[in-house]
DNA sequence: CTGTTAGCGCGTTCAG
DNA sequence: CTGAACGCGCTAACAG
C-alpha cells in the first residue's frame, strides 16, 4: 500500500505538502506542484479515502437510502437508475458514497439511526421514497444534523433539499395529451387510479389531474390504486365500464389498467406516469411521463455535495417529458 | 460524536477493554464485559467502521463489481437482487460493503485498479457479470491481492473462489421438461438461442442442451442471440418456422421468441433461463430456470467473509429451480 | 511557500 | 485481567 508518506519522499516534499497539492490548496510553488503530481503518477497512488473520512473534520461521505415499498418486482428499473446514477456523480465529485437499504435500518430508533450514521462517518444523505408514515426519517430531517436531499418529498429547511419533478404538471399535461388524441370519442368520463393515500407524488398527481378535470369539466371519478398493478386491475374491472378513459398515477397500474381492458374486451385510452421500460410490454402502446431517473439522482447527490459546503437547502424541480412508450422503443 | 472513548469514560475501564469487549475478546471478566455493554447501549455507541478500518490491519471492506452488459433495463431486477442480497448479508455479517459499477472503473489499468481498491481500503471483491474479455479483471484476479468471488465464472483459485448454479444441468433439465411436456407433437427439431460466444454461462447451457440432443436424439439448429431480445426476434422470424420447439438461454430471448411468434401467427412451445418478473408479461405462461440472485449473491458475500478470514477459495454450485413463470405469479 | 506536529477513532502490543 | 502507548493514513493548524 502506497501512502503519502511514500509520495512525499519520493517528491522530495513534506507530507503536508502532498496533502495541500492533492487538495488543491494554493500557496504552493508550480514546481512543488508538478514534482508531487509526478511522484502521485509514478507511484500510482490513490489517496486513501478512509483515512481521509477520518482525520477531515468534515468527512464528505453520502449514503443513498433506498425506501423499497412495493413488493413487486417491476420497477426495479427505478431504483437501479438511482443507485446507478448517484453513484456515478459521486465518483465524479470524488465522494465516497454507500448504498442503504431501508430494510436495514427499519427497526431503528432515531437515535440508533443517528448513531448509525455517524459511526459511518457519514454526513449526506439522500433519500428516496420517503413517505408521511416513515416517522424515524422525518426526524433525522427535522434534528438536522444531516445534510439530506429528499426524492420526491416537498421536503426542505435549511439543512435539506428536495429533488422531483412537478408532478402536479405532468399529470396534467399527460392526461391532457391523452384526451385530446381521442378527441372524436367521447373523453369525458375519467377514471383516475391515483397511488397511496397521503402520499407526497401521489397527492400532486392527484390536484392536476383535479385541475384539468375543473378545466376540461370533466366527470372524474377518483379510485385509490396505491400503485399497485392488481389493485389496478380490480379497479378497473369494476369501474372502466362506463368511463372513457383511464388515467393512472404510474406505469405499473397503467398495465394492469390495459391488461384489464384487454381481458374485459373493451377499449379505453389509458395514460401512465414514470416511464419504465415495461411499460414497452404492456401490448398497447401508451402515453406516459418519462421521467430521468438517474439525472435525479445524480442532481440528488450533487445537491448534497452542495449542502456539505455550506450551502442551504432548497427545492429544485426537474424537468420530464411526456413520451408515447411502445415496445420498439424498448427492445434493443 | 460518542467514541469508544467516552463509553470507556462512561464505564471506568480503559479504552483498549472496550474494544476487546466489542471485539469479543477472551480473557474479559464477565462483570467487566456486561458493565462495557451497559454503556454501548447507554450511550448509544456504535464503533466507527471507518477507524476500524483505517487501524485494523485486516480491513473488512468489500467492493460489490457490478458490469452491467447489456443495454436493455428489462433485467435490472437481476443487479437489484444482487445489489440487495449482497448488502444485507454484509449489514448482518457487520462488514463494510460499497458498490461498484464497472462503468467507473473500465478504462483503469490494472496497477491503478489496485490502487483504487487498495485506496478504499477493500480487500473483498464481490463480482457480477464477469466475461472472457475481461482483461484488467482477470490480471487482478490473477494476482491473488484482493479476495474474489466471482459470481457465474468457473474461476477458483488460493483466493479467489465462485458461486453460480450448474447452468449446464439447468438448461438441461428445462429444456427437457419443456419437451417432455409437448409430448404428443412433433418436437425434435429443436432452435436454441445461445448467449454470448465465449461466454462462461452460455457454453455452460449450450453444453447442456447439447447433452439433452444427443440424449433426446434431436436434431438441433444453435445461433448465437447474445442474450439480446432483438436478435432473438430476428432469429425465430428466421428459423422458426421448420422448428418443433424454441429453447432459448436467457428470459429476455424466450420472450422476444414468444413475441415474434405470436406475430407470425405460429405456435411453438418456448422456454427461458432466469426467472425474471418480466417472463410474467410475455403473454403466454412458459418455463425456466428460476435462479435466486438474492441468495447467490448473499452466498457470495458470506464466501468473501470466509476467504477473508483465511479461507481457500473454491467453487460453490447453489440449486435452481425449474418454475413454469405466469402472469398470476408476478402480479400483487 | 514549506515543514513540523497534533490529533481523527480505533485495534493492538506489552507492561503492569 | 487491565491500561498506557503507539500507529494506521490523512488533514489542519501552526511554525519557520
Known amino acids: 500500500m502506497v501512502s503519502i508518506k511514500d509520495v512525499a519522499k519520493h517528491a522530495g516534499v513534506a507530507i503536508s505538502t502532498v496533502s495541500k497539492v492533492l487538495n488543491n490548496y494554493p500557496n504552493i510553488r508550480l514546481e512543488t506542484r508538478t514534482k508531487v503530481n ?7 497512488y490513490v489517496p486513501n479515502s478512509v483515512a481521509a473520512a477520518l482525520s477531515s473534520k468534515q468527512p464528505c461521505r453520502i449514503a443513498l437510502l433506498i425506501n423499497i415499498k412495493y ?35 427499519e427497526n431503528k430508533s432515531i437515535d440508533e439511526l443517528d448513531a448509525y450514521f455517524m459511526s459511518q462517518s457519514i454526513t449526506g444523505i439522500v433519500i ?18 444531516f445534510k439530506v436531499v429528499v426524492i ?21 399535461e399527460v392526461a391532457k395529451k391523452t384526451i385530446l388524441e381521442n378527441i372524436g370519442h367521447a373523453s369525458d368520463r375519467v377514471l383516475y387510479l391515483s397511488g397511496k393515500k397521503n402520499g407526497y407524488v401521489s397527492e400532486a398527481r392527484l390536484t392536476g389531474m383535479e385541475k384539468l378535470a375543473a378545466d376540461l369539466n370533466l366527470e372524474m371519478l377518483v379510485r385509490c390504486g396505491e400503485f399497485s398493478e392488481l389493485k389496478a386491475r380490480n379497479l378497473t374491472m369494476r369501474f372502466a365500464k362506463n368511463k372513457d378513459i383511464i388515467v393512472c398515477a404510474s406505469d405499473l397500474m397503467a398495465i394492469g389498467a ?10 379505453r385510452p389509458v395514460c401512465g406516469f414514470d416511464g419504465i421500460s415495461l411499460m414497452g410490454y404492456a401490448g398497447k402502446q401508451m402515453n406516459t411521463v418519462k421521467q430521468d431517473f438517474a439525472r435525479i439522482s445524480a ?26 412508450l411502445k415496445y420498439e422503443d424498448i427492445i434493443c
Do not use: C
Open 38 to 44: 509526478q511522484a502521485v503518477k509514478e507511484l500510482n
Open 71 to 105: 413488493k413487486t418486482q417491476a420497477i426495479d428499473e427505478i431504483y437501479m437508475q438511482y443507485i446507478s446514477g448517484g453513484i456515478s456523480r459521486a465518483t465524479e465529485l470524488n465522494l465516497d458514497i454507500i448504498t442503504v437499504f431501508f430494510s436495514m435500518i
Open 128 to 145: 428516496y421514497g420517503i413517505s408521511k408514515e416513515d416517522n424515524t426519517l422525518h426526524q433525522l430531517i427535522n434534528r438536522e444534523r
Open 152 to 172: 420526491d418529498a416537498p421536503i426542505f429547511n435549511t439543512n435539506t433539499s428536495s429533488v422531483w419533478i412537478d408532478n402536479h404538471k405532468a399529470q396534467y
Open 258 to 267: 390495459m391488461r384489464t381492458l384487454t381481458e374485459m374486451n373493451i377499449f
Open 299 to 324: 442532481e440528488a447527490v450533487t445537491e448534497a455535495a452542495r449542502l456539505l459546503n455550506g450551502g442551504e437547502g432548497r427545492n429544485i424541480v426537474l424537468d420530464f417529458q411526456i413520451v408515447r
